[in-house]
């Protein structure tokens, strides 16, 4: 009897050690899955901020570096999208002409999935034309939010933007 008892309890302790395997297994996976994700939105997360970095300094190329062969940029919706970074590097120059120091500040970074959003103050001072409207030397600020897309590989695949145009007009004194 002793013997039989025995064996049950060993039998019982290896099913419940298989078992323990099994969910510690499962666990593992769904853990790892999600440090995958994590990573990656760490990572991508961390490609914007360096990306907005040399945007802040003027470094037009660090800007770009992680951009993928095939980037769009939206903008805010108000012109076509600019699938050239040349273009959109010349349009960038031409910008921080017009508007003097032009750069983000406070700048609250926000991961999800493929997507980054970069939430923060946006400025300069008005100083120059820019595409036939007259320079008012005022200061413009206002808010705005970024929003990146990555790729598996971690590019930046598309940006867009969302800006209240009405205040940035308000602030640079070309609309009352």
């Given amino acids: ?9 060993a039998a019982s302790l290896v099913i ?9 297994g499962e666990g593992d996976k769904k ?13 991508n997360k961390k490609t914007a901020m360096a990306s907005m970095e040399s945007f802040n300094k ?4 660090g800007t770009f570096k992680d951009a993928a062969v095939n980037f769009v940029d939206y903008a805010d919706g108000s012109i076509p999208p600019i699938t050239n970074i040349d273009t959109l590097k010349g349009f960038i120059k031409m910008l921080t002409v017009a508007v ?10 926000y991961a999800d999935g493929d997507y980054v959003l970069v ?4 400025g300069g001072v008005f ?9 008012t030397g005022k200061p413009v600020k206002f808010k705005d939010v970024d929003i990146f897309k990555f790729n598996e590989e971690g590019k930046i695949t598309e940006h867009s933007a969302v800006q209240n145009l009405g205040a940035v007009l308000m602030a640079s004194g070309m609309m009352k």
């Fill in 16 to 24: 419940a050690a298989c078992n323990d395997d099994k969910k510690t």
């Fill in 119 to 122: 939430h923060g103050d946006w």
């Fill in 58 to 61: 003027g470094d037009l190329d």
């Fill in 100 to 109: 003097e120091g032009y750069k983000g500040e406070n700048l609250e970074y």
């Fill in 127 to 135: 100083k120059n034309d820019i595409m036939g409207i007259k320079a």
């Fill in 1 to 9: 009897m002793k013997k039989i008892i025995f064996s049950l309890l």
């Fill in 31 to 43: 853990e790892t899955s999600m440090s995958s994700t994590e990573s990656k939105q760490e990572r």
